[in-house]
């Protein structure tokens, strides 16, 4: 057996998201997590935001 840790950094640019840093975060957790097959493990996804307004 063995642990895999892979950092995926995502950058978005566009209008301000209307979503706060809860529901933002667990909408990557869930869609990201459709990615994997169940058969091979289930993985634990975190998430880390950071929102900074562009000028």
């Not at 895999?4 to 978005?12: A, E, S």
């Not at 933002?24 to 957790?29: S, T, V």
């Not at 869930?30 to 000028?55: A, C, H, M, Q, W």
Request: hydrophobic letters at 25%.
């Amino acid at each position: 057996m063995e642990e895999h840790v892979i950092t995926v950094k995502i950058r978005t640019k566009g209008e301000e998201c209307e979503l706060d840093d809860g529901q933002i975060k667990e909408w990557y957790e869930k869609n990201i997590s459709k990615l994997f097959d169940p058969e091979y493990g289930t993985p634990e996804i975190t998430v880390e935001l950071e929102r900074r307004k562009l000028s």
